[in-house]
């Protein structure tokens, strides 16, 4: 993708020198509009096969039903942050979402699986036991209470608790991690 959008920065210098409306200006625009079309079929097509993987990845283990939050914000939120570089906030602003949620649902209802909307705001945060929140930074959440674990598992469990009793709660579940990985 960081080709395409190289050629473009190059079609666009070159379109800049010629007058708009020329026959050379409309030349570079078809170019441009070729190049991105060009990377909007790759992106589909990446789409496409990592939701494929990933429902073959559900129908293997048996799964029925998939949560899924909404990331509409991340974007919104990474941008206030200082840390969040211009190209950072690029590929979020590229990040198609939407596209996913789709090719998602009707993957996995192909297969029977239910795709549910989870509300997934400070499940990363709380606590389950003493239901305290609490903002950290590192890979391990620790609370006063005493209870610890993997942020990411912490997270994924209070929003398994949410889905299915409403609200965040502790509850013994297996924590061994499986990564799914693209290759």
Not at 44 to 60: G, I, N, P, S, Y
Not at 69 to 92: F, I, M, S, Y
């Amino acid at each position: 993708m960081a080709i395409e959008r190289t050629g473009i920065a190059i079609l666009e210098r070159a379109q800049s020198k010629c007058k708009k409306g020329s026959r050379q200006w409309k030349k570079y625009q078809k170019a441009k509009r070729y190049v991105l079309s060009m990377s909007e079929k790759q992106l589909q097509d990446a789409l496409h096969k990592t939701t494929r993987q990933f429902v073959d990845w559900c129908v293997k283990r048996s799964v029925s039903d998939v949560q899924m939050g909404n990331p509409e914000g991340v974007q919104r939120k990474t941008r206030k942050k200082k840390k969040a570089n211009r190209k950072q906030g690029q590929r979020l602003s590229n990040w198609s979402f939407g596209k996913a949620k789709k090719y998602l649902k009707y993957k996995l209802a192909i297969q029977g699986i239910k795709l549910r909307k989870v509300d997934e705001s400070y499940t990363s945060q709380t606590c389950p036991v003493c239901k305290k929140r609490k903002k950290i930074s590192s890979r391990k959440y620790r609370c006063l209470c005493g209870y610890q674990e993997h942020r990411d598992t912490q997270g994924a469990r209070n929003i398994l608790a949410k889905s299915l009793y409403g609200d965040i709660r502790h509850f013994d579940v297996s924590t061994k991690q499986t990564y799914l990985r693209i290759a």
